[in-house]
Nanobody
């Protein structure tokens, strides 16, 4: 079993920045894909950004140019730098680890609130 622990959420004003972190309880042992998802009340969970074990990234169109995903495999950690945050991006942000569709894990989520 692998635990994913997110941190870095909180309250930020519109236009502000936050950096989320997700640390896994075990070292990565195979090719994998890590993603950040978010879910606002009444909405479906959506992919925000993802990164492969080789470092290839992808982003939702709505966050391109503002969010940056990165990973430090030595620390078993993935980061999501979020800049120019908007109120509509208020949501619970979840970290997800996928080993090629064979097995996957979710974190417990961290609340991000963008409000003045």
């Amino acid at each position: 079993q692998v635990q994913l622990v997110e941190s870095g959420g909180g309250l930020v004003q519109p236009g502000g920045s936050l950096r989320l972190s997700c640390t896994t309880s075990r070292s990565f042992f195979s090719r994998n894909y890590m993603g950040w998802y978010r879910q606002a009340p009444g909405n479906q969970r959506e992919l925000v950004a993802g990164i492969t074990s080789g470092g290839t990234t992808n982003y939702a169109d709505s966050v391109k140019g503002r969010f940056t995903i990165s990973r430090d495999n030595a620390k078993n950690t993935v980061y999501l730098q979020m800049n120019s945050l908007k109120p509509e991006e208020t949501a619970v942000y979840y970290c997800h680890l996928d080993y090629g569709g064979i097995i996957d894990y979710w974190g417990q989520g961290t609340q991000v609130t963008v409000s003045s």
